[in-house]
């Protein structure tokens, strides 16, 4: 069984759509991480977050501790968004997600 | 600006022959993680390094090795490459504590033939 867990594994989207990723983990955590990787590319750090909701530009990330829940919105999706979303969660170690792979068709 | 540089990019080998991915990293942070990253998996830790001189085994070590001899560098050894190690590498930091967001390189995709 994975310790973290996303939902959906795929996700196809038209432009301007708001767009749901969400993340759910087993493992009690002290910090969630949301991952971006573009294809090819590398991969930068969107969000870490312990508690609430934090937000960047058109992106917001919460949490829900009691439920070990976390989602990654984002508003007016645009097709530079198509990337691979990972959360990520330390505990004793850092445990990842398989990714949600995110296209934004124009 | 710091960063953390993984060389090279792209690598193909052949089974049986030893290769070492490097890793440098300028944030001058204490934790430096190895990771591969496949099709189906999430991101797997093959070693983990904590300071000069330690090194710790990750959920998928077999035919890996790191050394950690000064904060930088945390080079990866495969010690006779096998084709089940065609993968993508990916090399992170991070300044300690379990609130610190991780640093990632670019990556090092390589092909076992």
């Known amino acids: 069984k994975n310790e973290v867990e996303q939902s959906p594994q795929n996700l196809t989207a038209q432009e301007g759509e708001f767009i749901t990723i969400n993340c759910s983990y087993s493992v009690g955590i002290s910090a969630l991480h949301w991952l971006q990787q573009h294809p090819g590319g590398g991969i930068v750090s969107l969000f870490m977050l312990s508690s609430g909701k934090k937000k960047h530009g058109r992106l917001i990330a919460t949490i829900n501790i009691q439920e070990k829940h976390s989602s990654l919105h984002i508003t007016a999706s645009h097709p530079r968004d198509s990337a691979v979303y990972i959360c990520a969660v330390t505990g004793n170690q850092f445990y990842f997600g398989t990714g949600t792979s995110l296209t934004v068709i124009p | 600006d710091a960063e953390i540089t993984q060389s090279p990019r792209h690598k193909i080998t052949e089974t049986g022959r030893q290769v070492t991915l490097a890793c440098h990293q300028t944030w001058n942070h204490n934790n430096m993680f190895w990771y591969r990253q496949d099709l189906g998996h999430g991101l797997r830790l093959i070693h983990y390094s904590y300071g000069v001189h330690d090194t710790n085994k990750g959920e998928v070590s077999d035919g890996y090795s790191v050394s950690r001899s000064n904060t930088e560098d945390l080079p990866l050894t495969l010690e006779s490459a096998a084709s089940s190690q065609t993968s993508v590498y990916f090399c992170?930091?991070?300044?300690?504590?379990?609130?610190?967001?991780?640093?990632f390189g670019n990556g090092t995709r390589l092909t076992v033939t």
């Open positions: 992170a930091s991070s300044r300690g504590g379990p609130n610190s967001p991780l640093h």
